[in-house]
């Protein structure tokens, strides 16, 4: 059994990962102030849908089975 301290670790994990791509994306489409808007906007919906998730990958990103 995980602990919380595990499972809002890897919330936190897959935000960071959300807010790198997010802002990579929107740089690559609108500049510096598309990558800071689309690194925010992708980094808060990647740690609700994780923390939703209990941790694991956001259910839109990848798809688990749930138990």
Not at 18 to 32: C, H, K, N, P, S
């Amino acid at each position: 059994m995980e602990t919380k301290e595990v499972v809002k670790g890897t919330v936190w994990l897959w935000t960071v990962i959300g807010l790198v791509v997010g802002g990579w994306i929107g740089m690559m489409f609108a500049g510096i102030i598309g990558g800071i808007i689309g690194g925010a906007v992708i980094g808060f919906l990647a740690y609700r849908s994780s923390a939703k998730n209990g941790g694991n990958a956001p259910s839109w990103l990848w798809r688990t089975k749930k138990k």
